[in-house]
């Protein structure tokens, strides 16, 4: 049986669908590495490590707006009938516009009290494009999401296009001197601002708002609240064990250091396409299977083999192209860190892997064991990561990656073997 049929047959998208959502996933990680790599041509190494703290917030509100919104809504959605559908879309659109004017306001908030602190650091950003930025950033993404879990995936193919093609053309016109703009951390948040304000209108003008259901409404707050706290929480403390030591080697080393580090993770960022079209298209494709606990187990495991597998296959390619591909594209100045994306893309074998054994737990609405597994290798990452950047620099950012991972990993695919259906 096909990897497609195995899992999608009751969806209606089979083959269809894995290979929209694999295609959308090249678009945003090709988008978003030749993009990023742009902007930091045009603010240099320096700006970029500015940049890198604010965007860093901004991956964390897509987190959060994603732990409490998409897990919930495709699970409750998987229970409604057709005729509501547009309702519940309303519900969870008006749901992701406040959280993503709550986060901007807070991490702006935040942004200006660490520059009233220290006025002269360079690693703070711009307030008002940092909040912009998180805003429009972590929209686009739950409209993105929401094409994928409830909808075609066709339009998210057009949004993500859109947004990318038009942060690349916007950063070429700048470095081609067309648009004279300073070198700084704001003129990156107002390219990506410009591309991800063209995905939302796009999002919005293609899948619309739906239909109002103050009924609805109540139901799934009710529904949601506490498995999304689990969830959120759960994100938080993924979102620590995975970028604690890039702040950590932001202060101890500069913003230069961490442009070069974040830059090098950025490229290894590529052999994670099919983990990110994993984590959009599964998830929908194994709530469908909820009523039949032994096939969903073992369609989970077979995933959670066929992710290993794809990922160890890409790493190879890392092996023998990833230092090229950091100078070609970054630059001279960012050159000395190019030996960091092999240990990058290592890191991506694991975190495949465990995609499979995260989405089955999340359609069983079990967010506690992936809380407990977060919350040991957040705690045991963290620990590590003053040790090994302090002693190691730059090499110790992959490596405390590998701890938390690893821990992470370990524990869930743990849970997993004991919830086996029969046993």
């Given amino acids: 049986m096909s990897l497609s049929s195995s899992l999608g047959e009751r969806s209606g998208q089979g083959r269809t669908g894995l290979f929209l959502v694999l295609g959308d996933q090249a678009v945003t990680s090709l988008g978003n590495f030749v993009g990023i790599a742009i902007v930091a041509r045009i603010i240099g190494i320096e700006a970029f490590g500015a940049f890198v703290v604010v965007w860093l917030l901004a991956n964390l509100a897509q987190m959060l707006v994603n732990a409490i919104l998409i897990a919930p809504m495709i699970n409750d959605r998987a229970r409604l009938g057709r005729w509501r559908h547009a309702a519940h879309d309303r519900v969870l659109l008006e749901q992701a516009i406040a959280l993503s004017v709550l986060f901007a306001v807070l991490f702006g908030l935040v942004a200006s009290g660490l520059r009233l602190l220290s006025p002269s650091s360079a690693l703070w950003g711009s307030d008002l494009w940092a909040m912009a930025c998180i805003f429009s950033v972590s929209l686009a993404e739950y409209l993105r999401r929401r094409a994928f879990g409830v909808r075609r995936v066709s339009l998210a193919l057009i949004q993500d296009g859109l947004r990318y093609a038009v942060l690349c053309a916007t950063g070429l016109l700048v470095l081609a001197g067309t648009f004279e703009l300073p070198q700084r951390t704001e003129t990156?948040?107002?390219?990506?601002?410009?591309?991800?304000?063209?995905?939302?209108?796009?999002?919005?003008?293609?899948?619309?708002?739906?239909?109002?259901?103050?009924?609805?409404?109540?139901?799934?707050?009710?529904?949601?609240?506490?498995?999304?706290?689990?969830?959120?929480?759960?994100?938080?403390?993924?979102?620590?064990?995975?970028?604690?030591?890039?702040?950590?080697?932001?202060?101890?080393?500069?913003?230069?250091?961490?442009?070069?580090?974040?830059?090098?993770?950025?490229?290894?960022?590529?052999?994670?396409?099919?983990?990110?079209?994993?984590?959009?298209?599964?998830?929908?494709?194994?709530?469908?299977?909820?009523?039949?606990?032994?096939?969903?187990?073992?369609?989970?495991?077979?995933?959670?083999?066929?992710?290993?597998?794809?990922?160890?296959?890409i790493f190879a390619g890392f092996l023998v192209l990833g230092s090229w591909l950091m100078s070609q594209f970054y630059g001279a100045e960012f050159g000395p860190y190019g030996y960091l994306v092999v240990y990058?893309?290592?890191?991506?074998?694991?975190?495949?892997?465990?995609?499979?054994?995260?989405?089955?737990?999340?359609?069983?609405?079990?967010?506690?064991?992936?809380?407990?597994?977060?919350?040991?290798?957040?705690?045991?990452?963290?620990?590590?990561?003053?040790?090994?950047?302090?002693?190691?620099?730059?090499?110790?950012?992959?490596?405390?990656?590998?701890?938390?991972a690893g821990v992470f990993f370990a524990i869930l695919g743990y849970g997993f073997l004991r919830h086996r259906p029969g046993d």
């Fill in 188 to 313: 990156a948040f107002q390219l990506v601002t410009l591309a991800s304000t063209v995905s939302i209108a796009t999002g919005l003008i293609l899948s619309g708002w739906g239909r109002p259901d103050a009924a609805l409404r109540a139901v799934l707050f009710r529904r949601q609240t506490r498995f999304a706290a689990t969830m959120a929480a759960e994100r938080l403390l993924g979102f620590l064990a995975g970028n604690t030591q890039f702040f950590i080697i932001g202060v101890v080393l500069g913003p230069a250091a961490l442009g070069g580090t974040r830059a090098a993770y950025n490229v290894a960022r590529l052999s994670s396409v099919t983990i990110q079209a994993a984590e959009n298209w599964l998830p929908p494709r194994l709530a469908q299977q909820r009523s039949d606990r032994s096939r969903l187990w073992h369609s989970a495991w077979h995933m959670a083999g066929v992710f290993a597998a794809v990922q160890a296959v």
């Fill in 344 to 404: 990058f893309a290592a890191y991506q074998v694991l975190v495949g892997t465990a995609v499979a054994f995260r989405s089955y737990f999340q359609v069983l609405g079990r967010g506690t064991i992936m809380l407990q597994a977060r919350g040991w290798s957040t705690a045991l990452g963290i620990g590590a990561a003053p040790g090994l950047v302090l002693g190691l620099g730059a090499l110790g950012v992959p490596l405390t990656l590998y701890v938390s």
